[in-house]
């Protein structure tokens, strides 16, 4: 049974490049040993993360997330259940928005800046994909 969730959220402050990479490593370790895969976006302090995963896993890890003091504002945009993943080759792959193409965010939104609480889960999700097919997801070691 797997599920695939989306939610954004605003850092509580801004992040540095070390805090951020301090996250993306403790996530991926995490991540990686409870089957958890998927993408988070971070840029000018929103947080747009993607978790896909068996349900139980995605649940309990969603719930720590939510509790966590470095960001608030935590929406849930998307919960699904999947056939399969989209994401399954990062532990947690990190989206970087300044290599996007402005065009893709403008497909999806009314201006060329990330705002993903003015999206729908679904056009969330096309986003991510779009993401994914442009390769502007690394996964820094
Ligand atoms: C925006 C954001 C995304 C996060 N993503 C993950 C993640 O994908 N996997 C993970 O294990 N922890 C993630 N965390 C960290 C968790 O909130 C939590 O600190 C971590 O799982 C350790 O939890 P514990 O102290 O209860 O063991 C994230 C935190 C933030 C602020």
Redesign the pocket.
């Known amino acids: 049974m797997l599920v695939r969730l989306i939610y954004a959220?605003r850092a509580a402050e801004a992040l540095g490049a070390d805090a951020l990479s301090g996250?993306m490593k403790?996530?991926r370790d995490?991540?990686a040993s409870a089957g958890?895969t998927?993408v988070?976006v971070y840029t000018d302090g929103i947080?747009l993360?993607l978790?896909e995963g068996g349900r139980n896993a995605v649940n309990a890890?969603y719930n720590?997330?939510t509790?966590?003091a470095?960001?608030h504002d935590v929406v849930l945009l998307s919960y699904d259940e999947v056939a399969e993943r989209r994401f399954s080759g990062w532990a947690?792959g990190q989206a970087n928005l300044s290599r996007l193409n402005p065009g893709i965010l403008l497909k999806y939104s009314e201006r060329a800046v990330l705002d993903p609480y003015a999206l729908s889960g679904k056009a969330t999700l096309a986003l991510f994909e779009e993401l994914v097919a442009t390769a502007v997801i690394a996964c820094p070691g």
Do not use: E
């Open positions: 959220s996250l403790s996530s995490h991540n958890v998927g988070l947080f993360q978790l890890l720590r997330i509790q966590d470095r960001h947690m």
